[in-house]
């Protein structure tokens, strides 16, 4: 059974920093690419950063310079820095593999005073 499962959501003054966790396990095919993607309410999902099997990353710009992706086997990461209101919504964990692609069911990130 394949699970993406994320961690490390919450609530945070602005300012502050989070850095959440996705584990993917039952995963069929090669892993190509990991990313983070985020849906504010009222909005579309949109791509925040992404990581290829070689390590190669890609940012929104809107948070380039305060964001760090990073992966370890099955492990993708989100370190997030100085966060702004504007970056509460939900992030969504994604793998992609030579078979399929695949979504965590997302973790709530609320930046407010």
């Known amino acids: 059974q394949v699970q993406l499962v994320e961690s490390g959501g919450g609530l945070v003054q602005p300012g502050g920093s989070l850095r959440l966790s996705c584990a993917a396990s039952?995963?069929?095919?090669?892993?190509?690419?990991m990313g983070w993607f985020r849906q504010a309410p009222g909005k579309q999902r949109e791509l925040v950063a992404t990581i290829t099997a070689g390590d190669s990353t890609n940012y929104v710009d809107s948070v380039k310079g305060r964001f760090t992706i990073s992966r370890d086997n099955a492990m993708v990461y989100l370190q997030m820095n100085s966060l702004k209101p504007e970056d509460t919504a939900v992030y969504y964990c994604s793998v992609v593999t030579t078979r399929s692609n695949y979504w965590g069911q997302g973790t709530q990130v609320t930046v407010s005073s």
């Open positions: 039952g995963i069929i095919g090669s892993i190509q690419v």
